[in-house]
């Protein structure tokens, strides 16, 4: 598998191969599980800090599991499985876009993420644009991760112009989205175009108007594979 996969660690995406790893984080064993990253995926501490704040902050929410969560553009299932590993409910969706783009994936992106979904009873993995998958499924979810993927819409996957889309189409999906997500969502975008305030986040003027986004708290700093720091934010009505 490292053969295969091994060209990921060059991204700055996190790929978890190690059923063993969500083990450990299941059961807080976070001496272990730092260890374990230390020695066989160092460069993968970066989308596990974003993990991690995430989990605490939804345990100082009191937003626990089996709470469901809708994982939009899950890539490579870090946070899908993640969660799934903590007890919550978990649907993640990729469109397979990246793959697309970026020639490093070694085939479909959620085969990856699959190869460890079935440890998971709680874990949902569909291969669809989250626009589809809203339109053909009318799920409700407490917990939405909207990680580093709204940006890309604008300008085309990895500034590809692959994948644009309209502002109007992005207002339907984000429109979508907020009716199906009840409590909170989890938002990051490059920091240039979001700054800590409801009105520069890179997201239409109404979407943070909307019941769903009544503030918006900055909760971890990340760092992106350009080297520059995103923004994690948490997103509530
Ligand atoms: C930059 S990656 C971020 C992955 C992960 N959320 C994170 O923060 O580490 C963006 C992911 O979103 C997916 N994606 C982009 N547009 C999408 C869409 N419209 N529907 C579903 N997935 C999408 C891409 O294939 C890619 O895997």
Known sequence: LSQTYGSLSQ???????????????RDQDYE????????????????????????IDLSQMRITPPARVLDIGCNTGLFSLG?????????????????EVQEFYPGKIIDTA???ADTFKNLKLVESAI?????????????GLLLSVVHQWSGGYAASRQGVKTSAQI???????????????????????????LNALSLPRW???????????????SVAANGELRTLYRLMR
Request: proline share 4%.
């Open 11 to 25: 991204t700055y995406l996190p790929v978890l191969r190690d059923a063993s790893l969500y083990y450990l984080l």
């Open 171 to 197: 207002e339907e999906t984000l429109a979508m989205l907020v009716s199906r997500i009840y409590h909170v969502m989890y938002y990051e975008g490059p920091d240039e175009d979001s700054l800590p305030s």
């Open 207 to 221: 979407f943070c108007d909307t019941t769903l986004v009544q503030q918006a708290v900055p909760i971890a700093l």
């Open 114 to 116: 699959m190869q460890l």
């Open 83 to 99: 969660l799934a590993a903590k007890g919550y409910t978990v649907v993640g969706v990729d469109s397979n876009i990246a793959a």
């Open 131 to 143: 626009s589809d998958f809203l339109a053909e499924n009318h799920d409700t979810f407490d917990i």
């Open 32 to 55: 272990g599980l730092a260890e374990q990253m230390q020695a066989e995926y160092p460069y993968e501490r970066v989308g596990l800090d974003r993990l991690l704040a995430i989990l």
